[in-house]
């Protein structure tokens, strides 16, 4: 016996254990991130390259190792009024890590072992992600054109945009890697701050679906999301109203009834044929649409994010194998047209959707549906994984 100890303990010797290096990767969003699907893909990538730390508002997300949760009162930009004095006298250094969320964040991260990558969601976590980082890559994902993210306030305008605008000149020729969500945004970087973003769109993975049938000359418009009246839900309604007796409309909203969301359902109660429900989680959104004809979408186009837009939706409506009714943008129009998804709509107005809809033949909306199902592959994800996928594996 004692032979055989010894012999163990010279071959444990000569053949050490291999020490299993574990890749540590922050992830920071100031979202709710369990609900924001883009980021929920993001980190479904992260994970098959190391443990994920997502740090975010709300319960832990599927895919992290751990979260850590930042009130959803801290916001993550200045509140108080000293902040807001130094936005508005452009003393942007001295803003940066200030506001609640980041001095949340900087806590809640004070007591983890260093990452080995950090990912910063948007412009605003660009700060903390580069202060944590300790030298560690940080990957800048930008969901969108920063400066114009909520061109509606004049607060914003005046305010946060230029702060936006400070946080890419000053972070994004620093950072190890960017991406954003098309090819047009992703030049506008590039011309503004001297980066070239990879392209991750905001698609989802191909779905196993067929479209389902067109009963005879009905057409069953859908949408999804939130109930803001940013997004124009009520032009769906009375379009709908002004229709003939073969449109349904079905809308599947976020929101309260004490707000917008109540609005609309009493926008509806005198038009037998819109119904609302509740909202499906992204997982089920597909198979859910499915049971459609038509996604219908009519942002106004009140900004650059929304003329260059190429929404969740779109993707959404592209992999329930609907046709797609979407107001004129840039990209999503150029796909629609190069797919034949969908009639061209000149604007978002109620008239021009009556006029669209009108005009279709239950053999047009046949071949939307035909025309989705074939492009549902090159719509997918699969192409934004293996940029992902390139993008850390070069980081890594």
């Not at 055989?4 to 010279?10: D, L, M, S, T, W």
């Not at 890749?23 to 992260?46: E, G, K, N, W």
């Not at 800048?140 to 114009?148: G, M, T, Y």
């Not at 991750?200 to 000359?217: F, K």
């Given at each position: 016996?004692?032979?055989?100890?010894?012999a163990?303990?010279?071959?444990?010797?000569?053949?050490?254990?291999?020490?299993?290096?574990?890749?540590?990767?922050?992830c920071?969003?100031?979202?709710?991130i369990s609900?924001?699907?883009?980021?929920?893909?993001?980190?479904?990538?992260?994970?098959e390259?190391?443990?994920?730390?997502?740090?975010?508002?709300?319960?832990?997300?599927p895919?992290?190792?751990?979260?850590?949760?930042?009130?959803?009162?801290?916001?993550?930009?200045?509140?108080?009024?000293?902040?807001?004095l130094r936005?508005?006298?452009?003393?942007?250094?001295?803003?940066?890590?200030?506001?609640?969320?980041?001095?949340?964040?900087?806590?809640?991260?004070?007591?983890?072992?260093?990452f080995?990558?950090?990912?910063?969601?948007?412009?605003?976590a660009?700060?903390?992600?580069?202060?944590?980082?300790?030298?560690?890559?940080?990957?800048?994902?930008?969901?969108?054109?920063?400066?114009?993210?909520?061109t509606?306030?004049?607060?914003?305008?005046?305010?946060?945009?230029?702060?936006?605008?400070?946080?890419?000149?000053?972070?994004?020729?620093?950072?190890?890697?960017?991406t954003?969500?098309?090819?047009?945004?992703?030049?506008?970087?590039?011309e503004?701050?001297?980066v070239m973003?990879?392209?991750?769109r905001n698609?989802?993975?191909?779905?196993?679906?067929?479209?389902?049938?067109?009963?005879?000359d009905?057409?069953?418009?859908?949408?999804?999301?939130?109930?803001?009246?940013?997004?124009?839900?009520?032009?769906?309604?009375?379009?709908?109203?002004?229709?003939?007796?073969?449109?349904?409309?079905d809308l599947?909203?976020?929101?309260?009834?004490?707000?917008?969301?109540?609005?609309?359902?009493?926008?509806?109660?005198?038009?037998?044929?819109?119904?609302?429900?509740?909202?499906?989680?992204?997982?089920e959104?597909?198979?859910?649409?499915?049971a459609y004809?038509?996604?219908?979408?009519?942002?106004?186009?009140a900004?650059?994010?929304?003329?260059?837009?190429?929404?969740?939706?779109?993707?959404?409506?592209?992999?329930?194998?609907?046709?797609?009714?979407?107001?004129?943008?840039?990209?999503?129009?150029?796909?629609?047209a190069?797919?034949?998804?969908?009639?061209?709509?000149?604007?978002?107005?109620?008239?021009?959707?009556?006029?669209?809809?009108?005009?279709?033949?239950?053999?047009?909306?046949?071949?939307y549906?035909?025309?989705?199902?074939?492009a549902?592959?090159?719509?997918?994800?699969?192409?934004?994984?293996?940029?992902?996928?390139?993008?850390?594996?070069?980081?890594?």
């Amino acid at each position: 016996m004692a032979l055989r100890v010894a012999a163990v303990a010279q071959h444990a010797a000569r053949h050490p254990a291999p020490v299993i290096v574990v890749t540590r990767i922050l992830c920071i969003s100031f979202s709710p991130i369990s609900t924001d699907a883009r980021v929920l893909r993001q980190i479904a990538v992260l994970a098959e390259f190391g443990e994920v730390t997502t740090l975010g508002y709300g319960p832990t997300p599927p895919g992290a190792t751990a979260h850590l949760e930042v009130d959803r009162a801290a916001a993550s930009l200045p509140q108080t009024t000293g902040g807001v004095l130094r936005l508005a006298l452009r003393a942007h250094r001295s803003v940066e890590l200030t506001a609640p969320g980041e001095r949340a964040g900087r806590a809640l991260l004070a007591d983890q072992a260093p990452f080995d990558l950090v990912v910063a969601n948007d412009a605003r976590a660009l700060p903390l992600a580069v202060d944590v980082a300790n030298g560690a890559p940080v990957w800048a994902d930008l969901h969108e054109w920063a400066r114009e993210e909520n061109t509606a306030s004049a607060a914003w305008r005046l305010l946060v945009a230029p702060y936006m605008d400070a946080l890419c000149r000053r972070y994004l020729p620093r950072v190890a890697a960017v991406t954003t969500v098309n090819q047009s945004i992703a030049e506008l970087y590039r011309e503004r701050y001297g980066v070239m973003p990879g392209v991750v769109r905001n698609a989802i993975a191909e779905q196993p679906l067929t479209p389902s049938p067109v009963e005879g000359d009905q057409v069953r418009l859908v949408h999804s999301g939130i109930a803001v009246p940013e997004r124009n839900i009520e032009a769906l309604i009375d379009a709908t109203a002004a229709l003939d007796e073969r449109f349904t409309l079905d809308l599947y909203l976020m929101g309260d009834e004490s707000g917008h969301l109540g609005q609309l359902r009493r926008r509806a109660e005198g038009v037998p044929r819109v119904s609302i429900h509740p909202p499906v989680p992204p997982a089920e959104l597909p198979a859910t649409l499915n049971a459609y004809d038509l996604g219908v979408y009519l942002l106004p186009i009140a900004s650059l994010n929304h003329q260059l837009m190429l929404p969740n939706k779109f993707f959404d409506f592209v992999q329930a194998r609907l046709g797609v009714l979407i107001s004129p943008a840039t990209e999503t129009s150029a796909l629609i047209a190069q797919h034949d998804l969908g009639p061209r709509l000149t604007d978002h107005s109620v008239a021009g959707l009556v006029s669209a809809l009108s005009a279709l033949s239950p053999d047009d909306v046949r071949r939307y549906k035909r025309n989705a199902h074939a492009a549902a592959g090159a719509l997918s994800s699969a192409a934004d994984q293996k940029v992902m996928r390139e993008t850390l594996a070069g980081l890594l």
